[in-house]
């Protein structure tokens, strides 16, 4: 029984933070999310470095990792608050290895795990479907029926949508035809869930940070506003939530790799806690920051946004939780009698 | 990341599993308190037999020297097996512990085998009337006999004060007391950690009735009670820091029993739901799956922090949050099962029992507003507040 990182994915761990901190700086982040952009050149980076072929196997020009190693690097993404392609490529990349069949795996998984030719996958199953950077991606997997299929871009047609989180592009798509995928989506959207509550955990962490670092320093008073009680129990709070949702996560990104069978019910308790946790600790620490925390000048609102957003990827915290009544043994009818 | 057991594990749980499986003595005897704090010590007595009283003690002492996972896995199996706790588990998780890491060579001798066996039953007095939440502000005074004011060493102590809150004092042997021994030392400087003898006239024991209705716990009044100087545990004046080694116990000791506790109740609440045709409520529902996330949130915190401890020695921070997600998450659980039951749930019964006793959970042990303060100053580096 160890429930802690191996020295390799402590090794990941630290990488992915140092190289995020020395690329995503703040003003980088502002930059590209003020004028909704990507820098393709960090993209490139990021590909040679081998990110977005983490989770992908060896023979599709990926590193052979697992989850756990794609839950830490999307942990770290979300921390950065990082404006890039990421998570939808491995949401892409996830769904055609689960899935797919041989030649769909063939066919798209190099060009995602190198990250020449991305992948896009829609989080929602409206139709038209909202779909994480949609435009640039060679591959879409939307949703069919109860399955899902895989579009050619050059088939699709896009249409650019401005939500409130300007760190990430989106576009609604609509598209006919494409391949549909002969296996059963559960696992592969699982496992997309999990990617996504990493994320959420991320975010939570980088903004009680913002709060905590905030209380230390900020007065008023007479004493810095950490000391009071209704600010540090909030905080508190934030580092409950925070945890919870990490625990939730790693333990999720875990079951997909060695336990499959605890996979369904522990990606629907990491995405449910973990939208929860993002949006209740970014909206607390706006709280604690007080005025500033409102100004578009403050960095907080990028992850505030972020978290609202990427909380309602792949369904709200209540879808989960009814999946989670489901899988817990309540039967979804009243029982007769 | 491995969460399944190693194979040595494995067979230490399967051990642990048959051995109880053989051995369980059965439902505890309903109403009596003293035919069920009888049955208590001889499933402690057996437990000893075995060898599994002190699982976390060293080999040396008696105990079975466990590591920290064994630990986790053997509470796992007791509550699974809904085995009764033994009589003298304050003894065990505390007293004993305590005296371990800061007692001398004589007190091992003389406390620590009765500990085990059951033979003296131990029981707590920190908490004090005027001092909860704030317990280095206790008053209960301990003077020195003997020792004048020419600096030769005192021949024992006189105490007069009085305790509350404290569980099992009339069954209790031996008193684990703090009490003040210097007034003029700054609060947590002036406090000293004794082994009290409870049997003698100076010390008087009233039940305190809860709102349970039961008396779970008693006041302790002590006018000129004797403690003999070879019983001061730590060295005089070092009683806060001896002290808050056995809250610590405490509360690593209620960790995992907790986390299996929460899953079994909530197992036989979602039976209980499917029973009264409730499951389709989707507001019932998702309380249910609130519940469900809460309690492995508290389980997989439990594992954090058992591998932090087992790789560094230092617990991790979501220790600190276990006891306030606890309290919350079985509030919260007996609230849903006595309303799912309807009136029937206020009737007596073990889930009216349950929903009144969890009332306690955020208050005993450190209150859910001092575990706040905690995570803030000592896991966030907030400023404290006095």
Sequence with gaps: MDFGFNDEQQEIQRTAREF?????????????????????????????????????????????????????????????????????????????????????????????????????????????????????AAAIVLPEGDGVRVVRASDAEFDPVELIDATRAYARVSAEGGDA?????????????????????GIAQRAMEMAVEYAKEREQFGRPIGAYQAVSHRCARMLLDTEEARSLAYY?????????????????????????????????????????????????????????????????????????????????????? | MDLTLTSEEQAFRDEVRSWL??????????????????????????????????????????????????????????????????????????GGPVVIAHGDEDQKERFLEPILSGEEIWCQGFSEPESGSD??????????????????????????????????????????????????????????????????????????????????????????????????VGGVGNGWMVGITTL????????????????????????????RGLAGDPVIRDRVARLQVAAEALRLGGLRTLTQTMRTGIPGPEGSLAKWQWADANQELTELATQVLGPEGLERSEWSYKFLRSRANSIEGGTTEVMKNIVAERVLGLPRLR
């Design chain 1, 20 to 136: 995020l901190a020395a690329r995503f700086t703040p003003e980088k982040v502002r930059e590209l999310a003020e004028s909704r952009s990507y820098d393709d050149s960090l993209w490139n980076e990021i590909s040679e470095l081998g990110w977005p072929g983490i989770a992908i196997d060896e023979a599709h020009g990926g590193q052979g990792l697992g989850m756990i190693e794609l839950v830490i690097l999307c942990e770290e993404l979300g921390y950065a608050c990082a404006p890039t392609p990421f998570l939808s490529n491995a949401a892409a990349g996830l769904l055609i290895d689960a899935v797919g069949g041989d030649e769909h795996r063939d066919e798209w998984l190099p060009g995602i795990a190198s990250g020449e030719a991305r992948g896009a996958a829609a989080f929602t199953p409206d139709d038209p479907a909202v779909v994480p950077d949609a435009e640039g």
């Design chain 1, 252 to 337: 999720a990104g875990w079951a997909a790799d060695a336990e499959p069978e605890s996979l369904p019910m522990a990606a629907a308790m990491a995405k449910a806690r973990a939208s929860d946790a993002a949006w209740d600790v970014t909206a607390s620490a706006l709280q604690v920051l007080g005025g500033i925390g409102f100004t578009w000048e403050h960095d907080l609102h990028f992850l505030l946004k972020r978290a609202r957003a990427t909380g309602q990827l792949m369904g709200t915290s209540g879808q989960y939780r009814e999946r989670v009544a489901e899988l817990v043994g309540l039967a979804a009818e009243p029982v007769p009698g």
């Design chain 2, 21 to 94: 499986e053989a051995n369980h003595p059965g439902p505890e005897p309903e109403g009596d308190d003293s035919a069920k704090f009888e049955f208590q010590r001889e499933w402690q007595g057996k437990l000893h037999e075995a060898g599994w009283a002190g699982i976390s003690w060293p080999k040396e002492y008696g105990g079975r020297g466990a590591t920290l996972v064994e630990q986790a896995i053997f509470s796992e199996e007791m509550a699974r097996a809904r085995a009764p706790r033994p009589a003298n588990v304050l003894g065990l998780v505390m």
């Design chain 1, 181 to 201: 995928l002969p296996g059963d989506p559960a696992a592969g959207v699982s496992r997309v869930a999990v990617a996504v509550a990493a994320e959420l955990t």
């Design chain 2, 248 to 275: 610590m116990h405490e509360r690593a000791g209620l960790g995992a029993a907790s986390a299996v506790a929460l899953r079994r109740d909530l197992d036989d609440l979602v039976a209980l739901i499917q029973e």
């Design chain 2, 135 to 232: 317990l280095a502000s206790l008053k209960t005074k301990a003077v020195a006999e003997n020792g004048g004011g020419d600096g030769s060493p005192a021949k024992g102590w006189r105490v007069t004060g009085q305790k509350v809150w404290t569980t099992f004092a009339h069954a209790a042997k031996w008193c684990m007391l703090l009490a003040r021994s210097d007034p003029d030392a700054p609060k947590h400087k002036g406090l000293t950690y004794f082994i009290l003898d409870m049997e003698q006239d100076e010390v008087d024991v009233r039940p305190l009735r809860q709102i349970t209705g039961e008396a779970e716990f008693n006041e302790i009044f002590m006018e000129n009670a004797y403690v003999p100087d070879e019983n001061v």
